[in-house]
């Protein structure tokens, strides 16, 4: 083969080659064309931000906005697309955007992101993916969740209105009834008073007729011993009969026992004076609503209507009322509510003692009363050492129908209406120091005036 015929056959090899690539780069060409269709096909269905953010040397260089399908949720005018690029990497935010892009490309993973953007007085929120496409680039695509949010924080704010409605309408159910159990407390202490003040008055007559009788009986138990002494000094030797009727009844043993008898049941009408007394200054019935009034007699009175309780405590040793009485003044209140508080805090007093010698064992159970006068205030401390309280009962003490007394021996009110009487109505304090095992102090003060 001469020269020329090796050169065409290169050449006839060579264009068949040509031929090959050509149609090799028309197919290439050809799918890049229908890849670049799909792709454009896909961001144009797509409702998300798509944009491509370049960083040279943890710089940012550029940022390309891919066309979508996005409209902003309220269907405004504002283009957020070149609003979010000029917001976020125009101010301080591009910091922020800048560490998320570089931590995507750091792990070489896509992160998620959500944000918000205050765009013409209104509020946006965007939850964002950023994947790593190189290491100097990547994808940020937004999703547009201002809808669901504003959806969120409308359902939160009607819910906070709610609760706050229900917080209300708690509190004034609340109210409504601590109001009917103090107008139930107040219809039942005006009728205990009326009932006190007609049973004292009943028991007051029979009483003084049996006092009043006990002197005269007396005087004539004395006159017939008197009698009999004679009888005996001028007739020592009398008849059989007389003489066995003196020795049958022990006439000696009468003489001596008689007047102690007397005695006795003086000293049973006189405690029944006292109770009775204590029945009608407890009740104040025939008294104003507020008068200047000696303390210590509302807390004796009361003490003597709680007798009955204190002499009832199983225990070697009764309770021992300690008195540590100061001078005070008479003190401007009202004597009815004030002996109420009394009455309360005192039978509180005696039930943590019956409580601490049950499960404590003590062993000299007493409940101690001190007064004093502070800066113009009457005190009233009453402590008891009783099983007192832990910090939980201690803070909820007041609160209205709040006890820990066992079904009907308590209904939570006693404490919390003697709360409103020294604070609200006294314009008081009063307040409780107590330990678990270490018994309990209540302290009331008021003020010696009152002020309404």
Avoid at 22 to 48: C, G
Avoid at 50 to 79: A, G, M, Q
Avoid at 106 to 115: L, V
Wanted: hydrophobic letters at 40%; charged letters at 25%; a negative charge.
């Amino acid at each position: 083969m001469n020269k020329a015929d090796r050169q065409l056959s290169e050449l006839k090899k060579m264009n068949r080659q040509l031929q090959k690539d050509i149609s090799e780069r028309d197919l290439v060409e050809n799918k890049l064309r229908s890849s670049e269709a799909n792709i454009r096909a896909i961001f144009e269905a797509m409702t998300d931000i798509v944009l491509i953010i370049n960083i040279d040397k943890k710089i940012l260089t550029n940022v390309e906005i891919i066309p979508t399908n996005y409209r902003n949720s309220d269907n405004s005018n504002i283009d957020l697309i070149s609003e979010t690029v000029e917001v976020f990497f125009q101010d301080k935010r591009r910091l922020s955007w800048l560490e998320k892009v570089k931590e995507a490309l750091k792990i070489e993973q896509t992160i998620s992101y959500d944000y918000c953007l205050c765009i013409k007085n209104t509020m946006y929120w965007f939850s964002a993916n950023i994947s790593p496409i190189s290491e100097t680039q990547a994808v940020w695509v937004a999703r547009d969740i201002s809808e669901r949010k504003r959806t969120e924080i409308a359902l939160e704010k009607s819910e906070l209105r709610e609760r706050k409605k229900a917080q209300e309408l708690e509190k004034i159910l609340s109210k409504l009834q601590v109001a009917q159990a103090r107008l139930l407390l107040s219809e039942k202490m005006a009728s205990l008073g009326s009932l006190v003040a007609g049973v004292a008055h009943e028991i007051n007559n029979p009483t003084n007729f049996i006092y009043g009788n006990i002197q005269a009986a007396s005087n004539y138990v004395q006159d017939l011993l008197e009698l009999i002494t004679l009888y005996q000094k001028h007739f020592p030797e009398p008849v059989t009969e007389i003489n066995q009727q003196i020795n049958d009844i022990d006439i000696d043993f009468i003489a001596e026992d008689f007047p102690k008898l007397l005695h006795s049941m003086k000293q049973g009408a006189d405690r029944i004076s006292q109770i009775v007394q204590s029945l009608r200054d407890f009740s104040h019935l025939d008294e104003a609503n507020y008068k200047h009034i000696d303390v210590h007699s509302g807390i004796d009175n009361t003490i003597v209507l709680l007798q009955h309780r204190i002499n009832q405590v199983s225990h070697p040793t009764k309770i021992e009322i300690i008195k540590e009485y100061s001078q005070l003044p008479k003190v401007e209140c009202y004597p009815k509510k004030l002996n109420q508080v009394f009455m309360s805090v005192i039978s509180n007093a005696i039930d943590a003692l019956e409580e601490g010698i049950e499960k404590l064992n003590i062993r000299n159970p007493q409940i101690r009363i001190i007064t004093e006068l502070v800066n113009d205030k009457a005190v009233i401390r009453i402590a008891d050492n009783g099983i007192g309280m832990d910090t939980y009962v201690s803070q909820r003490l007041f609160d209205p129908f709040f006890t820990t007394k066992t079904v009907g021996k308590g209904t939570g009110m006693g404490l919390a209406i003697s709360y409103q009487i020294i604070v609200e109505n006294h314009k008081g304090e009063l307040q409780c120091i107590s330990q678990y095992g270490k018994g309990a102090e209540f302290i009331i003060s008021i003020p010696l005036r009152l002020t309404i």
